[in-house]
């Protein structure tokens, strides 16, 4: 048994990845800022708005998620809007939200 499993592991640097992706999640405001972009598209001011954040601090996190692939930006004249990267994004914040609301109830 433990042989079929070994034979299944990923390599470290698959699993480095995930860890990587992981501690990305392990921040409130970033799991704030996901939560925002889960519902739409937004600009650096309108997500500063609505957190109740300055815009500095917000876009210094939206660097790190822009890093972890975990979201992305489109330009539009001036503004910058931002939105989840892809499916995964979505699902990942979707699972998490419903582990943690079966933990609280």
Known sequence: MVEAVRCHMPEDELLDSISD??????????????????????C??????????????ISHQLRVLKQAKLIKSRREGKSVFYSLDD???RMILSMGMEHAKEQIL
């Open 87 to 89: 499916s995964h994004v």
């Open 44 to 57: 650096v001011c309108d997500i500063a708005q609505l957190l109740d954040m300055n815009q500095s601090a």
């Open 21 to 42: 992706t992981f501690k990305v999640f392990g921040d409130k405001t970033r799991i704030k800022i996901l939560y925002v972009l889960h519902t739409c598209e937004l």
